[in-house]
């Protein structure tokens, strides 16, 4: 059955000319009413309507007519994140973010350096409490609000997207989001002073693990989230 449509714009890409895989996995986890896993099928196309189809237990289907796109599936997300990393050590890992020097998908919403309407997201290296990691401030800006002032689920669902490829991936790499379970807990307000943390969960040949937190100013976790990273054959 058909339950809605939606439509990504064009500035919510990742790579070119496609959605950015954290982007589309809050978009289509928004529409469930339990966590989910969100597996992106194909690259998710920008600016045509998509159509949102229930599907069997519960789950959920993200079509380009007859394309499949992603599905969601009621699922459990175990993950246990670190205390919260302060503002200022982020800002100081931030400074070492090796997207500034090179960077595979410059256009990304959420990291892409040529972006001035995107997240700016700016993962860089730091070891927390023996937790080698990333860790990047952020501060949602107005573009980004639902009701009352606070962000939209969809964009926390992105910002837990690229500081996971950056916690996995020490060189300029082409890697896309296999599937991603997310977990948001609290509001984040406009304006806030976030910290998101991602760290690696571990992987082999061409698949990775990563995790994922996002904090509020007061160190609240507000979002996590786990994500299979595959490397594309051919690069």
Same mark, same amino acid.
């Given at each position: 059955?058909?339950?809605?449509?939606?439509?990504?714009?064009?500035?919510?890409?990742?790579?070119?000319?496609?959605?950015?895989?954290?982007?589309?996995?809050?978009?289509?986890?928004?529409?469930?009413?339990?966590?989910?896993?969100?597996?992106?099928?194909?690259?998710?196309?920008?600016?045509?309507?998509l159509?949102?189809?229930?599907?069997?237990?519960?789950?959920?289907?993200?079509?380009?007519?007859?394309?499949?796109?992603?599905?969601?599936?009621?699922?459990?997300?175990?993950?246990?994140?670190?205390?919260?990393?302060? &503002?200022?050590?982020?800002?100081?890992?931030?400074?070492?973010?090796?997207?500034?020097?090179?960077?595979?998908?410059?256009?990304c919403?959420?990291?892409?350096?040529?972006?001035?309407?995107?997240?700016?997201?700016?993962?860089?290296?730091?070891?927390?409490e023996?937790l080698?990691?990333?860790?990047?401030?952020?501060?949602? =800006?107005?573009?980004?609000?639902?009701?009352?002032?606070?962000?939209r689920?969809?964009?926390?669902?992105?910002?837990? =997207?690229?500081?996971?490829?950056?916690?996995?991936?020490? =060189?300029?790499?082409?890697?896309?989001?296999?599937?991603?379970?997310?977990?948001?807990? =609290?509001?984040?307000?406009?304006?806030?002073?976030?910290?998101?943390?991602?760290?690696?969960?571990?992987?082999?040949?061409?698949?990775?693990?990563?995790?994922?937190?996002?904090?509020? &100013?007061?160190?609240?976790?507000?979002?996590?989230?786990?994500?299979?990273?595959?490397?594309?054959?051919?690069?």
């Amino acid at each position: 059955m058909n339950l809605t449509t939606v439509t990504i714009a064009a500035r919510f890409c990742g790579p070119p000319n496609s959605g950015n895989g954290g982007y589309v996995a809050g978009l289509l986890g928004g529409f469930a009413v339990e966590p989910v896993e969100v597996r992106l099928r194909a690259p998710a196309p920008l600016g045509v309507p998509l159509a949102i189809v229930s599907g069997a237990a519960g789950s959920l289907e993200l079509r380009d007519g007859e394309r499949l796109i992603a599905t969601a599936a009621p699922a459990t997300l175990e993950l246990e994140p670190p205390p919260a990393v302060p &503002e200022a050590a982020a800002i100081a890992a931030a400074a070492g973010w090796r997207g500034r020097r090179e960077h595979v998908a410059p256009d990304c919403f959420v990291c892409g350096p040529a972006r001035r309407d995107g997240l700016g997201l700016t993962p860089g290296p730091m070891v927390h409490e023996g937790l080698a990691c990333v860790a990047t401030p952020w501060r949602p =800006d107005a573009s980004l609000a639902g009701t009352r002032g606070r962000v939209r689920p969809e964009f926390l669902s992105a910002a837990l =997207d690229c500081p996971g490829y950056f916690a996995i991936v020490a =060189d300029a790499r082409t890697m896309l989001v296999g599937s991603f379970t997310c977990g948001v807990e =609290d509001d984040v307000r406009v304006g806030e002073r976030c910290v998101v943390v991602g760290w690696s969960l571990g992987g082999k040949g061409r698949t990775y693990r990563a995790a994922t937190a996002l904090y509020g &100013e007061d160190g609240r976790c507000v979002a996590r989230a786990i994500a299979l990273w595959i490397e594309p054959r051919g690069g």
